[in-house]
């Protein structure tokens, strides 16, 4: 008896949920949406097979999952669900939200016919796979502790409408960016002070938090130009801090210095801040930043370094 209360509820959840997300779409679509997210909260699995299952339809298993299959295929799913999902979580997103844009990629490694298998590589093993890449979004609050996933999608550089891993990531910014109306500071990886990311923002006045590798030429307070390693080694490092992280259930205490110095590009007007952090590790880490910083003011320069 409780475990059909507690389905009934969970149905009644959805349904309201899908409603507003399938807004668009045709019936049958929507029936499969709802019917989909049912299932896998269900059966706490992405089969089709389990998802049929939980389904309990009155006809064969079989039938279900070729209806399921069938509906899958259809292109306008993912391009009317996900702006759908932007529009729905938009009015959440303040003027300060972090958009964490992350490029992930889904490792294939036994997969041989599956449509347009990519290889890819993985950035934390240094390895490549066969596999697919992933942009995603999430928004959170510096100081919050709920997150909001605003966009997702996997891509293949073997697909005859790809471009670049660029493109992609700039796709997901323009998607995001009328719904909320330029609000957020997007923050992304090493790597995202590529000129072909890091220009394109700026023409886009989008305010962000990026991770750099350090190799990018840029131009000093005294009009110096060099890299932003060499600048960040002349970097004053004032301000002291000491977090706790807990890993594989232990407390480990990082005593760390922190400061910024104002930059700017070569042939750009706009002014951005290199953030630099000493004490996690042997390298410090370096990040860019188009948001305004007080750099004698230690709380202004740390909210950057928590975003």
Aim: aromatic share 4%; hydrophobic share 35%.
């Amino acid at each position: 008896m409780q475990d059909s209360k507690v389905r009934s509820r969970l149905k009644a959840q959805l349904t309201k949920f899908s409603a507003q997300l399938c807004q668009g779409l045709s019936k049958p679509l929507s029936r499969f949406v709802s019917q989909v997210r049912f299932g896998i909260q269900s059966s706490q699995h992405v089969k089709l097979s389990n998802i049929g299952r939980s389904l309990g339809e009155d006809r064969p298993l079989i039938r279900t999952e070729k209806r399921l299959s069938r509906n899958l295929k259809k292109a306008e799913l993912e391009k009317q669900l996900t702006a759908q999902l932007v529009r729905m979580a938009s009015a959440r997103v303040q003027s300060n939200t972090v958009l964490a844009l992350d490029l992930s990629d889904i490792r294939k490694e036994y997969a041989q016919k599956m449509e347009n298998l990519a290889t890819v590589r993985d950035g934390s093993r240094g390895e490549l796979h066969p596999g697919y890449g992933l942009c995603d979004v999430t928004a959170a609050e510096v100081n919050g502790s709920e997150i909001l996933p605003l966009y997702e999608k996997l891509f293949s550089a073997e697909a005859k409408e790809f471009t670049s891993e660029n493109a992609e990531v700039l796709a997901a910014v323009d998607l995001i960016r009328a719904p909320t109306r330029g609000r957020g500071i997007r923050a992304l990886d090493r790597g995202g002070d590529r000129k072909n990311l890091l220009e394109p923002l700026l023409d886009r006045a989008t305010r962000f938090v990026m991770r750099s590798t350090g190799q990018r030429t840029v131009i000093d307070r005294r009009g110096l130009l060099g890299s932003v390693t060499e600048v960040a080694g002349r970097c004053r490092l004032p301000h002291p801090a000491r977090i706790v992280k807990i890993q594989e259930g232990q407390e480990k205490s990082y005593e760390l210095r922190y400061g910024a110095e104002p930059i700017r590009l070569p042939g750009r007007p706009e002014k951005l801040w290199l953030v630099v952090i000493a004490g996690f590790g042997a390298e410090r880490l370096l990040l860019l930043t188009n948001v305004p910083v007080r750099g004698r003011d230690s709380q202004s320069v740390w909210w950057i370094v928590q975003i």
